[in-house]
């Protein structure tokens, strides 16, 4: 089954590019009906319009929080989207905004990809951070947004390791090429198969009102 998505972005936009790529290949069966971003010339913007995909700029300065993510929900509702696909947009989205979102099984269609093995390294400079504190392992994460900072459920990882010869830059090369890989597939896995994660077992506030029933979360859209 085909997804209609939205991908919102701030920057340089080669994620975007990555899933344009799969869609364009036959790789993954799905539509980007719109490209939003909130940095006005991001590269995202350019990457849309070569695609002729329909594109948003709704900057965030000047506003404050709710009157941008009001905007944003405006533009986003003019489509008919089954996902919101987050491709380094740099905002955090409340709660407020997730609920326009709500799959009835108590997720939000929001989904995020995160340049770390969360729950490591949360926040803007996952690879720095990864690559400052020596790890052996690092990786990537596709989730589910919450109303927390890279979060919710996990979706898919992908790991790689720091090699000898690592500079933070051949490192983050390498991380960037597996998230090229990675967002795309799980967006086809989503397609074809609905959102599946594992429940997490130790609670909180948030899971536990989300995770009820069975150990494997299944939904379809
Ligand atoms: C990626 O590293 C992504 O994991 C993070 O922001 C970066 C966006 O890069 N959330 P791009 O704009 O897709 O090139």
Do not use: C, W
Request: no cysteine; aromatic share 6%.
């Amino acid at each position: 089954m085909s997804i209609n998505i939205a991908v919102l972005a701030s920057g340089r936009g080669s994620n975007l590019q990555a899933i344009l790529d799969a869609i364009s290949t036959g790789n993954l069966d799905a539509k980007v009906q719109i490209v939003l971003v909130n940095v006005p010339g991001a590269g995202a913007i350019d990457i849309a319009a070569k695609h002729g995909v329909a594109t948003a700029v709704v900057p965030n300065a000047g506003l404050t929080r709710k009157e941008h993510e009001e905007k944003v929900i405006a533009e986003l509702k003019k489509h008919d989207l089954d996902f919101i696909v987050l491709a380094g947009y740099m905002r955090v989205l409340s709660s407020g905004f997730l609920s326009n979102f709500k799959d009835p099984r108590g997720f939000f269609k929001v989904i995020n990809i995160h340049p770390s093995l969360l729950p490591a390294f949360p926040g803007t400079r996952g690879y720095e951070e990864a690559f400052e504190y020596g790890v052996k392992v690092a990786g990537v994460t596709v989730h589910l947004v919450d109303e927390k900072v890279d979060h919710g459920p996990i979706l898919a990882q992908a790991t790689f390791s720091r090699t000898e010869d690592d500079t933070i830059e051949s490192f983050k090369a390498r991380g960037l090429r597996i998230e090229h890989e990675l967002y795309p597939q799980v967006l086809q896995n989503i397609a074809r198969d609905g959102v599946t994660y594992f429940k997490r077992l130790k609670d909180d506030a948030v899971q536990a009102e989300n995770n009820q029933g069975t150990d494997r979360e299944t939904a379809r859209r």
